[in-house]
């Protein structure tokens, strides 16, 4: 639910409701049997306490931060409110017009339910609503489960209890330090426990008030299935909020209600991560939480049926535009099909359940080895004891003796893998890929095809840009993945007008060619080195830069000797070092092309 003063023209209140299953007409009334609720009920003061604990937080958090907050951001909000004629309050401002909007008591139970009588008042009522196939009788439907009695169908609300943290389950006696090592390149520090568990420590006050937390553990997508489908897709929708120990989602909301705690999954390519940013004040229940959450994980039903009903509710709009097209099929097709990427198929997405979640992602949990990074304004000693109560405390875990399947690139193509979409008729994109590399060794290797790639980008913006506009900024990128030895690519993707995907191709080509043919003017290599650098010197002020960079690292200490070499491989980069990897690399045996376009337009002649 939102509420928006649109412009300051219209004020909304506005519902999305997604059902489970393809029936509306319920999931429609039993929506407006909440709010026919909540104008009718009040909440609890407790209900109230808690939400108002959440604002109370974040705009703390403003407050807190608002010494490194992002200028660009600041920009941003001043611009926004000049297009609608009103000002900006800074964070102090603004939170304390919330405190003193609580010292007056506009949060209780009788303020907050005329405030859900008045947002669900107005003059008029609209809905839209989409299927997946056509139904004639829509409308009618619609009119009907509007007017529909919902009077009491919205049953007993849930009696949250309070929670704290002595509910989770518990993890053991803290941890033993069984070495510590100084990292003095970058003012860090490895400590090992007992049980096998690694922190890597940076303590820093360059971002007041934030801490950045993240746990690698397991193989990640080396630890996946390369020859079958799985249910890897849907773990960052459903593996959270799966619960923890007999905590489900609603204990854990209350459980972190005004405290900056949070919990996000990812899958990388040699690991599986738990980040969240968190504060000074609670990055020891944080750091708790996520320990927790891998030693005693909960299997909800609930998360894995809304992670189905969500990725079916996708697929219509993917074949809509041909960004929609690329986000469903290209990580897929540029992996030679590997499932372990990419949308999953219908087949797949309908076949997902709770039963089949659990057995894939349980053992999987299990497996180590487990990597804390705690980056940001904390104290050693401090930290160090948090990790050994939390990580440090959990039992031993083996790591995984699975061999990873390596990526396969696809295989040159003559003519384009073509796709359609059912958008605009003006509309199409165009993709070329060639085969790189992979692994840590070659990291320096890896940095000279980024800056090839920004060569690559800019001539083919210039030239697509002086034949009448034939592109919208041309994307072109090198990717390659430290965590595996194969899988990486340099790849250029351009929205086109349908009638210049084959120019598209010709135009690219062409670069690779001359690439490949002549060495680079060094002024035109400055002018790309240049704004790199500069780049990378603003993005290793925050924590964030460093925490991607030496992820793994107290694992493989290489990673930590490519960091050193960041800023020396960009600068030591010459003309004759690009012609040698695109000479390498940008192969026209080894290139592989694809195109989307309009289902009613012909297919571009390949060139």
Not at 278 to 299: C, H, I
Not at 360 to 373: C, N, Q, R
Not at 430 to 436: F, H, L, N, R
Not at 592 to 601: G, I, Q, R, Y
């Amino acid at each position: 639910m939102s509420i928006d003063d649109v412009s300051r023209s219209a004020n909304l209140t506005s519902v999305n409701i997604v059902p489970i299953g393809t029936d509306w007409e319920a999931a429609l009334k039993d929506v407006r049997a909440v709010i026919a609720d909540a104008q009718t009920n009040a909440p609890s003061q407790a209900e109230v306490d808690r939400e108002y604990a959440d604002f109370d937080t974040i705009m703390r958090t403003q407050v807190e931060t608002a010494r490194v907050e992002a200028g660009a951001r600041q920009a941003d909000d001043m611009v926004g409110a000049l297009d609608i004629r009103e000002t900006v309050a800074g964070p102090e401002t603004s939170y304390k017009i919330l405190q003193d909007a609580k010292a007056k008591g506009m949060f209780t139970p009788a303020t907050l339910l005329a405030a859900s009588k008045r947002i669900f008042e107005g003059t008029a009522t609209r809905a839209l609503v989409n299927t997946i196939t056509a139904d004639p009788a829509a409308v009618a439907k619609l009119e009907t489960a509007l007017k529909a009695d919902v009077s009491g169908l919205a049953g007993l609300r849930r009696q949250q209890n309070a929670v704290t943290f002595a509910a989770l389950p518990p993890l053991g006696k803290p941890g033993v330090v069984a070495s510590r090592e100084k990292i003095a390149a970058f003012d860090m520090e490895q400590v090992t426990y007992a049980n096998g568990t690694r922190l890597l420590l940076f303590p820093n006050t360059g971002e007041t008030g934030r801490v950045y937390v993240r746990v690698r553990f397991g193989r990640g997508y080396s630890a996946i299935p390369a020859n079958k489908p799985s249910p890897a897709w849907a773990g960052d929708l459903a593996l959270v909020a799966g619960g923890i120990g007999k905590l489900d989602q609603g204990d854990l909301d209350q459980l972190t209600a005004g405290r900056r705690i949070g919990l996000d999954f990812g899958i990388d390519d040699d690991a599986f991560t738990l980040g969240a940013l968190t504060s000074p004040a609670d990055y020891a229940d944080q750091l708790t939480l996520m320990a927790a959450k891998l030693a005693f994980p909960a299997w909800d039903a609930a998360p894995v049926a809304r992670a189905r009903v969500a990725a079916l509710a996708a697929f219509a709009g993917y074949e809509s535009s041909p960004d929609g097209v690329l986000s469903r099929d290209l990580e897929k097709l540029l992996r030679a099909g590997d499932p372990r990427w990419g949308t999953p198929s219908r087949e797949s997405v309908e076949a997902l359940n709770a039963k089949d979640f659990r057995k894939f992602w349980e053992p999987l949990l299990k497996t180590g080895p487990i990597e804390v990074s705690v980056f940001g304004d904390v104290k050693s000693e401090e930290a160090i004891a948090a990790v050994a109560k939390s990580f440090g405390a959990i039992a031993p875990r083996s790591a995984s003796t699975a061999v990873a399947a390596p990526v396969r690139f696809p295989a040159h193509v003559a003519t384009p893998v073509m796709r359609t979409h059912t958008g605009p008729q003006n509309q199409a994109a165009a993709v070329i890929a060639w085969p790189t590399g992979g692994g840590i060794e070659a990291i320096t290797e890896s940095r000279r095809l980024d800056v090839l790639a920004q060569v690559f980008a800019d001539r083919l913006f210039e030239r697509l840009r002086q034949a009448a506009g034939a592109s919208y900024s041309p994307n072109v990128q090198s990717q390659w993945p430290t965590g595996m030895n194969s899988g990486g690519r340099l790849v250029a993707i351009g929205q086109v007008a349908p009638e210049k995907v084959a120019f598209f191709f010709e135009t690219a080509r062409k670069i690779a060619a001359e690439l490949v043919s002549t060495p680079i003017a060094d002024d035109e290599l400055q002018r790309i080195k240049r704004p790199m650098g500069q780049y990378i010197m603003r993005a290793s002020t925050g924590n964030q830069f460093w925490m991607q960079q030496l992820g793994g690292a107290t694992y493989d200490p290489r990673r930590i000797d490519a960091t050193k070499r960041i800023a020396e491989d960009l600068v030591s980069t010459t003309p004759a070092d690009l012609q040698a990897v695109a000479a390498k690399y940008l192969r026209p045996d080894r290139d592989w092309t694809m195109a989307v376009v309009p289902a009613a337009a012909p297919k571009p002649a390949a060139k």
